[in-house]
């Protein structure tokens, strides 16, 4: 069964700093798909960035990128510039590929309890 | 477009309730995924549907179950609550074949069992 580890509960970092969020996994398979969802106090949750395990170039959305190593079973989320709106939790998440009809469960790391001070 | 909407947002029931959440999902979407979270365990699967069908689901007991409706939208049941069922129960909607398949989450559905 596939496993997601995030070793940081919780994370703090100065507005307009930089910050990294950690994140491994651990798959037999050589085909999935990687996401970074983040969930503010209001709970809904969003998709931050998503990373193809085939695609050797790192993912990148605006000030949200990603370093994924695939060898090391690791997909880390790095925020530039980070915003008062980016607190929130954090999770890593592992999906199996090719999608098939059906096959869309998230395997969920704990969360990363993200905190942006002013 | 609507997101995923789940009702009711809030509920409190006792030990040996059952209770019927509803979502809705996004128009177009025609898979439903069921999540649980708790400050314990996290995130966890509970079902998926398409199409009417259960397609997967988690390690959870029978007391757990659930439905897809035609026009896409899903209902889950707990029988028999426990203090342990105390959770926020996400919805999530995808399109389905094809693509990244990203889910979109509702807000949630906060059950409270006294």
């Known amino acids: 069964a596939q496993t997601v580890t995030q070793s940081q509960p919780e994370m703090s970092v100065q507005e307009a700093e930089t910050v990294t969020l950690s994140c491994t996994y651990d798959t037999s398979e050589s085909d999935y798909y990687l996401f970074w969802y983040k969930q503010p106090p209001s709970r809904q949750m969003i998709l931050v960035i998503r990373q193809e395990a085939y695609k050797q170039q790192n993912a990148t959305e605006n000030r949200f990128s990603v370093n994924f190593q695939k060898a090391a079973k690791s997909f880390s989320l790095k925020i530039s510039d980070s915003q008062l709106g980016d607190a929130a939790m954090y999770f890593c998440a592992y999906r199996r590929s090719p999608i098939i009809q059906g096959a869309q469960k998230l395997v969920f790391g704990q969360g990363t309890r993200l905190t942006i001070n002013p | 477009k609507a997101g995923v909407t789940q009702t009711p947002r809030y509920l409190i029931k006792t030990r040996g309730q059952q209770v019927t959440l509803s979502c809705s999902p996004i128009?177009?979407?025609?898979?439903v995924s069921w999540y649980q979270q708790t400050p314990g365990q996290g995130l966890q699967f509970l079902f998926e549907y398409f199409s009417e069908t259960q397609r997967n689901k988690g390690n959870f007991p029978g007391r757990f179950s659930g439905r897809q409706f035609s026009n896409s939208r899903s209902e889950m049941n707990v029988s028999t609550l426990e203090l342990g069922d105390s959770a926020l129960y996400l919805c999530?909607?995808?399109?389905?074949?094809?693509?990244?398949?990203?889910?979109?989450f509702g807000e949630g559905s906060r059950l409270t069992v006294l």
């Open positions: 999530a909607s995808s399109l389905q074949v094809g693509g990244t398949g990203e889910l979109f």
């Open positions: 128009s177009g979407h025609r898979s």
